[in-house]
């Protein structure tokens, strides 16, 4: 594993918001010290994919303040992340005579960026 990671040009990590913050970190040191480069990842291209409206890392017995702590936002090294941004919902674009599904979309959309009241007294939506 060790000389694929060394002779990898770009590892692709899929659903990577729902992985503690220590992951990523730790697959920073090691392809640091496997390349014996001090660059960030030893230099290698890392391609993260993930929804943040979606699972965050699930952490047994824990406050919502440590769920927060241990996303991959908290990391240091989410400074030399390039954020790029999908706008089209391909599952929507696909079904466009089907109203229901675009109305689903909507919903999660309403939902994901906080615009839905949350019930002070129950915290729930």
Partial sequence: MAKVLSASK???????TM????????????LKDLRNDSRCFGGAMILLSGDFCQTLPVIPRSTA?????????????????????????MR???LLNDT??????????TIGNGQVPVDESSGLI
């Avoid at 229901?100 to 959309?109: C, T, V, Y």
């Fill in 10 to 16: 770009i590892i692709i990590w899929d659903e990577c």
């Fill in 19 to 30: 992985v503690h913050k220590r992951a990523l970190e730790a697959l920073n040191r090691t």
């Fill in 65 to 89: 303040a440590d769920e927060i702590n241990a996303c991959l936002k908290s990391s240091n090294l989410w400074r030399y992340v390039k954020k790029l941004q999908l706008t089209t919902n």
């Fill in 92 to 94: 929507v674009a696909l």
């Fill in 100 to 109: 229901s599904a675009e109305d689903f979309f909507e919903q999660l959309l």
